[in-house]
T-cell receptor, first 114, second 110 residues
Framework: KAGVTQTPRYLIKTRGQQVTLSCSPI?????VSWYQQTPGQGLQFLFE???????NKGNFPGRFSGRQFSNSRSEMNVSTLELGDSALYLC?????????????FGEGSRLTVL | DAKTTQPPSMDCAEGRAANLPCNHS???????VYWYRQIHSQGPQYIIH???NNETNEMASLIITEDRKSSTLILPHATLRDTAVYYC???????????FGAGTRLTVKP
């Protein structure tokens, strides 16, 4: 069974640009969450999507957005990039229907903003 | 969601049990205790979770005090590969809004 797949794994952007990151959850999982990890702030929750609807949202500015498609794949977008957006962006999927209560994380997309 | 308090770092000798404590004194009755770990540069990995009873799986045991204000994650025979940051999180079941704290950096030494 394939795990959570995130693309791209590494990318470099410049300030002011925008970026889109993709996440393919484990087959059958309908919930996808996004997290940002930086050395200073640690792991921070961005948002969660379930059945194409945003169910929870963390404390991030509106430049951070996401969406989920009917096949449960998810994308997150960051517009007008700032230096502080340099981080590891992690995606996690889960299947509450299976009652396991656990998140499965991908390897992350490492974004560097110059 | 309740906040948690964990020691910033711990050491453990290889082959010995690693006992990682977590305080969650403001936990509410319907909040679960989850443990995850993150090995350097990888995504966090689920370890175990529980509500009020002690739990055990192939990776670890979770001991929750009777008043539920604290818990201990036990790795029975720590190996070098268990060196990681361990996160204790409390939240409502079926809620993926996990708020990770700073965690405990466990170093297993030979």
């Amino acid at each position: 069974k394939a795990g959570v797949t995130q693309t791209p794994r590494y990318l470099i952007k410049t300030r002011g640009q925008q970026v889109t990151l993709s996440c393919s959850p484990i087959s059958g999982h309908r919930s996808v969450s996004w997290y940002q990890q930086t050395p200073g702030q640690g792991l921070q929750f961005l948002f969660e999507y379930f059945s194409e609807t945003q169910r929870n949202k963390g404390n991030f500015p509106g430049r951070f957005s996401g969406r989920q498609f009917s096949n449960s794949r998810s994308e997150m977008n960051v517009s007008t990039l700032e230096l502080g957006d340099s981080a590891l962006y992690l995606c996690a999927s889960s299947s509450w229907e299976l009652n396991t209560g656990e998140l499965f994380f991908g390897e992350g997309s490492r974004l560097t903003v110059l | 969601d309740a906040k948690t308090t964990q020691p910033p770092s711990m050491d453990c000798a290889e082959g010995r049990a690693a006992n990682l404590p977590c305080n969650h004194s403001t936990i509410s009755g319907n909040e679960y205790v989850y443990w995850y770990r993150q090995i350097h540069s990888q995504g966090p990995q689920y370890i175990i979770h529980g509500l009020k009873n002690n739990e055990t799986n192939e990776m670890a045991s979770l001991i929750i005090t009777e008043d539920r204000k604290s818990s201990t994650l036990i790795l029975p025979h720590a190996t070098l590969r268990d060196t990681a940051v361990y996160y204790c999180i409390v939240l409502l079941y079926n809620n993926n809004d996990m708020r990770f704290g700073a965690g405990t950096r466990l170093t297993v030494k030979p």
